[in-house]
């Protein structure tokens, strides 16, 4: 029970140190930044926050020309 109490504690603070980055990043990609608090769900949440800056088109970024 332990161990499962200081596994919930270091995502949860992961997700406090992740967070304010991640809101910055989602809103200036054009994101809601609510979608940051994806990194509050242990291991997927990062994950799939990651996936969705890495692989979707960024709002932001519409009418700009891609080199």
Do not use: N
């Not at 332990?2 to 991640?22: F, I, K, S, Y």
């Not at 940051?36 to 970024?61: C, E, H, K, M, Q």
């Amino acid at each position: 029970m332990e161990a499962l109490l200081t596994d919930l504690e270091g995502h949860l603070l992961l997700g406090l140190l992740l967070v304010v980055p991640a809101w910055k990043i989602c809103g200036k990609a054009g994101f809601s930044p609510l979608l940051s608090l994806l990194v509050f769900i242990p291991y997927l949440g990062y994950l799939a926050l990651s996936a969705t800056l890495a692989f979707a088109a960024w709002p932001a970024a519409q009418g700009r020309k891609e080199d």
